[in-house]
């Protein structure tokens, strides 16, 4: 259940990221897609981890007004499960948008460049696609998705992203 996974890994770093406001949005029956949940939890993971840096390194140098928020989405669209995590930090700088998913590539001072090209590895081995973005109101957006597990989700349907004031936390 890729809605699990999504709690565990946004659970896991939000007790450990207190400064940074984490919304969940997952739908209420589930969403289920054949895959190994370790490799989704570490591509889950790794996803939310570059967004905390990016929120922080924001919040550092902005007023004290600012909060730095962090969005993981769950939702079931035109047979795909897709999971969007969205921030509102620095954005993605133009060439590093262009070469993020490529290995090395990093802007942190301690980072290896790894993570989203595990994330890609990931994503690739279980037959889905990543997308990374800048959101036109600032902030960057990372979108996966994967098929849906049709013997797992029975009579399942597309399920539109959750709206405010379903199930969050």
């Known amino acids: 259940n890729i809605s699990e996974l999504a709690q565990e890994a946004v659970f896991l770093l939000e007790a450990e990221h207190q400064a ?4 969940l949005k997952i739908p209420e029956n589930g969403a289920f897609a054949e895959c190994d949940p370790d490799q989704i939890i570490r591509a889950f993971n790794n996803i939310i981890i570059n967004a905390v840096h990016s929120v922080i390194g924001r919040a550092e140098k902005e007023s004290s007004d ?4 962090i969005e993981l989405a769950v939702f079931i669209e035109n047979g795909s499960i897709v999971i969007t995590c969205a921030d509102n930090g620095a954005g993605f700088a133009p060439d590093v948008l262009e070469s993020a998913l490529e290995p090395y590539v990093t802007t942190k001072d301690e980072g290896s460049g790894l993570g989203l090209a595990i994330v890609q590895r990931i994503i690739d081995e279980h037959r889905g696609t990543l997308r990374i973005y800048n959101k036109n109101d600032g902030g960057a957006a990372i979108e996966i998705q994967l098929p849906v597990n049709n013997k797992m989700s029975v009579d399942i349907q597309d399920e539109p992203a959750p709206t405010e004031g379903e199930k969050t936390t």
Do not use: Q, T
């Not at 940074?20 to 919304?23: D, E, G, L, N, Q």
């Open 66 to 69: 600012f909060i730095p928020n």
């Open 20 to 23: 940074v406001s984490f919304k």
